[in-house]
């Protein structure tokens, strides 16, 4: 044992990193796959994306239940994209509001923000995106914007509702 006593402190930092290692991962793993979105679904999940926004965000979100994984996280990722945007391109007192409803099967999300807009034929790897994401799960992107009025980003996906409670939110989140 007089041997392996001289490998206690490489072992004791080991350990430490390993701890630390695995607390980054978790925090980097929320950051990729918000748990808010695993236990609440869009409906606690995109306020909660709304209040993280850079920029003021109004949420109109009617009757949301609770969908297949794939169709939530397709769309909490492309509100989050869209709000980044926003912030990122939109120019100052840029405001966003997402509106969220499920009608006969139906669950469209929209993301519209007063900023400047762009012209939709020079699109970048965010809308590309978007639209990679929607495709996978057989939903569709519209994209409506014009350099100097905003850019309005709907997402329609044909979504059955899972058992459950369905919720509406109305709120202005700054």
């Known amino acids: 044992t007089a041997g392996h006593d001289r490998y206690q402190p490489l072992l004791t930092e080991a350990s430490g990193l390993l701890e630390t290692a695995i607390a980054e991962i978790r925090r980097l793993a ?17 306020p909660a994306a709304a209040a993280q926004a850079a920029i003021p965000v109004r949420l109109n979100l009617q009757d949301l239940g609770r969908y297949p994984a794939s169709i939530e996280a397709a769309l909490y990722f492309c509100c989050s994209e869209a709000l980044q945007n926003a912030a990122k391109h939109g120019g100052p007192g840029t405001t966003a509001r997402i509106t969220a409803h499920a009608h006969d099967r139906t669950l469209t999300l929209t993301i519209s923000d007063t900023g400047r807009g762009f012209d ?18 057989g939903g569709d992107l519209r994209v409506d914007t014009a350099p100097g009025r905003g ?22 989140v700054v």
């Open 151 to 172: 850019t309005r980003i709907t997402a329609v996906v044909s979504a059955p509702m899972q058992p459950g409670s369905s919720e509406t939110v109305d709120l202005a």
């Open 30 to 46: 929320h950051g990729i796959y918000p748990s808010l979105l695993v236990s609440g679904g869009l409906a606690q999940a995109l």
């Open 120 to 137: 939709p034929a020079t699109t970048g790897t965010g809308l590309a995106n978007m639209t990679d994401r929607l495709s996978a799960i």
